[in-house]
């Protein structure tokens, strides 16, 4: 009986159909086997990065990121000069310059040390490298109270306008360039959800975030229909490469920001004994253990072992499978909603039980890269329903996605 | 209906704002901050920091305005590659123009000159050498987010080795330039206490009080008590103590216990090796900052002339309490929950004093400043809640008058 020749030889490798696996393989297989693993290889490379894609996710990740970004550098505005102030900040100029000239780059030599020498005689296993880093800030050079708080405001301006998609490609910028100066002068007072911030704005840069959902496309519709007469219709936001490259790329990083905190986990004896989440439960910083009903339950749980072990090992272990698995699952279209919801519970929990509900909305973001422009087509023609004109750059924008249309497959 | 040709709207508003004349009016404001550096620096910096701002954000648009029109076709390519080159004169003449102590925004200009230049080339390649390109600078950019995730120390080990030699060698200046450093070990190993700094001053006449942060009651937005709480983690890196000095420590504690009659006795429940965090290079120039600030920010207390004299900082670990204790209905508030390391006396400058003296080449500590610097100081609670709070006593006492 002849064999059915496999599916990647029928796609890609044609020469293999006449004389099929049966026959032995034809003379130069193996290198056109190797070529065929190339091409897939280029083929799969190609669709990932350089295929096109719709720009309305990327609008809607800029309007929620928009805001946060807009909150958290509102938020500097209590207290601006104990932040970026010179000397009158917290990390002040004389940190600052430690910071950026003193700081030893430690790096390891390059032969093996030999262990057969006395400890007076033993080669060092690493020698500083160089000093100091490659932040910058126009904060690190504007002293001045009056430049500062101007400054200040010009960033907040650049990032409404962004916010709103006016002008996106230069406010983009400006807002990014925003975001980094003051991470950049403040750099002991950041934590996880900065790096989110930056990596969101980033990649939010790159791309066409501006082309729907935007002041932007409103205007543009408003000019058609001057031109073009009131009957004038929007088309859809062009799909393009770079709307897909940076939708890639929060894709990708998202995966790499949780692989890496779940492998990282996997150090720690905490973690494997299923206690782990006691300390971040009943951290006093972070935890809301002053409300009441949370407090209560901390202690129902505390008087009843079985459930306490229960309760803590369960969500460890829903810690770590969520952290090591969804950068798997995430790309699996059926699986898809699994991995989307586990990833909101989770950020859900850490926004209520840890108090970084910024963090944690930064990280929502990210996801939202894995959702379909129907849906948010669809979002924002409700959205538009329900407002009328309140909200004019929902204008002109293309047909919403249907309910059926709402799967995550892509 | 498809989309209103650009051509079809081209007003003389439109025509003018096409790149090229942009650009050119990017390159005549970068000029004029040029001249007028030359006249005088200092009186126009604020109009040359405008005028260099305006010019880069006119040559961006310019360069979104010629991307926008651009196509496959050669002719096309070559026109806009030609528009970003020139732009990249921008940033070059801005580079130029700035002044010499603006270093970081030299870096970042020349950071643009490149961007410019790498856009041209881009633009001027064919469909296919473009995307090789950057897919090359896709495996690049995500190399160097792995290698900040794998250069971390892990624990009891020395880092990867290849992943500290790319670190080094090929992407430190690009991960720090756009802060793509986190190694996103979120809450790992083990997720551990939080730190607090606890400040405690005093001022001309006699009055004291304390100033803790993190402070939820005392932040204006919940966003400032996140960002209080991150910053007093770097004041959390302790280096690796010889035992041979731990011992001089320890010795030169109880000789100064003994000759003023400060009795504070170690913690009963911490390792005896866990009381003696010696903070590392790092760690000190922070603390040494935080006290400056404060010292700024209190200079005094009710009237100008009540000045502040001096004002000591802990660093405390704020222990999780744990489930037994919440079972049996202590609070994660009690006392005996702080571990405060003594992090040194300061002026009202905020000057260190009383520190250990170093030898400068050899940076080996010569002779032992304050005896109970980086020594965790002990609150403790006994089985009916007495509380013993050898902090406050600490505080107070003035037993460096008496070296």
């Known amino acids: 009986m002849r064999q059915r020749p496999h599916r990647k030889d029928v796609i890609h490798t044609p020469q293999a159909l006449p004389g099929g696996p049966r026959d032995g393989p034809p003379a130069g297989k193996e290198s056109r086997e190797g070529e065929s693993l190339v091409t897939d290889f280029y083929r799969g490379w190609e669709g990932f990065w350089f295929s096109k894609a719709d720009p309305t996710t990327l609008g809607f990740i800029r309007i929620c990121a928009g805001i946060l970004i807009l909150y958290v550098h509102l938020s500097y505005s209590f207290g601006l000069m104990s932040y970026v102030g010179g000397d009158r900040a917290w990390l002040d100029k004389e940190a600052v310059a430690f910071i950026r000239e003193q700081y030893p780059v430690e ?8 262990p057969y020498v006395t400890s007076a005689e033993q080669d060092p296993i690493y020698y500083i490298n160089s000093k100091g880093s490659y932040s910058w800030s126009p904060f690190f050079h504007i002293d001045d109270p009056f430049w500062i708080v101007t400054l200040h405001i010009g960033f907040l301006v650049a990032m409404t306008l962004f916010t709103l998609g006016l002008w996106t490609r230069v406010t983009s910028v400006l807002t990014w360039f925003g975001v980094v100066s003051y991470i950049q002068r403040a750099s002991t007072l950041l934590f996880g959800m900065d790096s989110m911030m930056v990596l969101v704005i980033l990649y939010l840069m790159l791309s066409p975030c501006g082309d729907a959902l935007s002041l932007d496309r409103w205007l543009q519709w408003r000019r058609g229909r001057k031109l073009a007469g009131p009957s004038y219709q929007l088309p859809p936001p062009e799909p393009s490469v770079s709307a897909n490259f940076a939708l890639r790329c929060l894709q990708l990083n998202f995966c790499i920001i949780y692989l890496a905190a779940g492998t990282s986990k996997l150090l720690g004896s905490l973690w494997w004994n299923g206690t782990a989440l006691w300390n971040c439960f009943a951290n006093y910083s972070f935890a809301p253990m002053g409300v009441g009903i949370y407090y209560e339950t901390l202690v129902f749980l505390c008087r009843h072992r079985w459930l306490w072990e229960l309760a803590m090992t369960g969500s460890a272990i829903f810690t770590l499978m969520l952290e090591l698995g969804v950068p798997f699952v995430i790309w699996s279209p059926r699986l898809r909603w699994l991995g989307i919801t586990g990833a909101v519970l989770l950020h859900t929990g850490i926004g209520l039980f840890m108090g970084l509900t910024t963090f944690s909305m930064f990280m929502l973001c990210m996801v939202a890269a894995f959702l379909p422009p129907e849906a948010i087509r669809y979002l924002a023609k409700e959205v538009r329903d329900q407002t009328g004109k309140l909200l004019p750059f929902l204008a002109g924008q293309p047909q919403a996605g249907k309910r059926e249309e709402l799967v995550l497959s892509r | 209906m498809a989309d209103v040709p650009v051509e079809a709207r081209t007003p003389l508003l439109q025509s003018w704002l096409r790149p090229w004349p942009v650009l050119c009016a990017a390159l005549g404001a970068t000029l004029l901050a040029g001249l007028l550096k ?4 200092t009186s126009t910096a604020p109009i ?3 005028l260099l701002l305006a010019g880069l954000v006119m040559a961006g648009s310019a360069v979104v305005k010629a991307v926008r029109r651009r196509t496959e076709d050669l002719d096309n390519r070559l026109e806009v590659s030609s528009q970003i080159a020139i732009a990249s004169l921008v940033p070059l003449g801005a580079f130029l ?3 010499w102590e603006w270093d970081s925004a030299r870096m970042v200009l020349i950071a643009l000159i490149g961007v410019a230049l790498f856009g041209a080339l881009l633009v001027l390649l064919p469909s296919q050498a473009r995307r090789f390109l950057i897919s090359l600078l896709i495996l690049y950019h995500f190399g160097g987010i792995f290698t900040a995730v794998l250069s971390v120390k892990p624990p009891n080990a020395p880092p990867m080795w290849l992943a500290n030699q790319l670190w080094v060698h090929v992407y430190q200046p690009y991960v720090q330039f756009l802060y793509v450093n986190n190694a996103y070990h979120f809450y790992s190993p083990d997720p551990g206490p939080p730190t607090m700094l606890w400040a405690h001053l005093k001022y001309a006449d006699g009055t004291t009080e304390w100033t803790k942060f993190p402070d939820r009651q005392n932040s204006p937005v919940p966003m400032h008590y996140q960002r209080m709480l991150a910053m007093t983690e770097s004041t959390n890196n302790v280096a690796v103590l010889p035992d041979v000095l731990f011992q001089l420590r320890q010795k030169h504690r109880e000789d100064a216990m003994t000759a003023h009659k400060l009795q504070i006795p170690p913690h009963p429940f911490v390792l005896p090796n866990l009381q003696l965090q010696v903070p590392n290079e790092y760690s000190k120039v922070m603390v040494a900052s935080y006290a400056r600030h404060l010292a700024r920010e209190n200079p005094w207390k009710n009237s100008p002339g009540n000045k502040l004299v001096r004002l000591r900082l802990y660093r405390v670990k704020h222990e999780i309490i744990s489930p037994y204790d919440v079972a049996t209905g202590h609070s994660p508030l009690e006392k005996k929950h702080y571990l405060a390391y003594y992090q040194g006396q300061f002026d009202s400058e905020g000057r260190m004093q ?6 400068p080449k ?4 010569v002779k032992f ?21 050898y902090v406050e006593m600490h505080a107070k006492a003035e037993y460096q008058r008496k070296e």
Not at chain 2, 38 to 41: L, S, T
Request: zero cysteines; proline letters at 6%.
């Open chain 1, 107 to 114: 790096v390891y030599v390059w032969h093996f040390p030999s």
């Open chain 2, 38 to 41: 030359g006249v005088d620096a």
């Open chain 2, 48 to 50: 040359r920091a405008l």
């Open chain 2, 97 to 99: 123009g700035i002044d």
């Open chain 2, 354 to 359: 009383f520190d250990d003296v170093v030898e």
């Open chain 2, 362 to 365: 050899t940076q080996q500590v």
């Open chain 2, 369 to 389: 400043g304050d005896p109970f610097l980086y020594w965790l100081i002990p609150i403790m609670q006994d089985a009916t809640n007495n509380v013993t709070d």
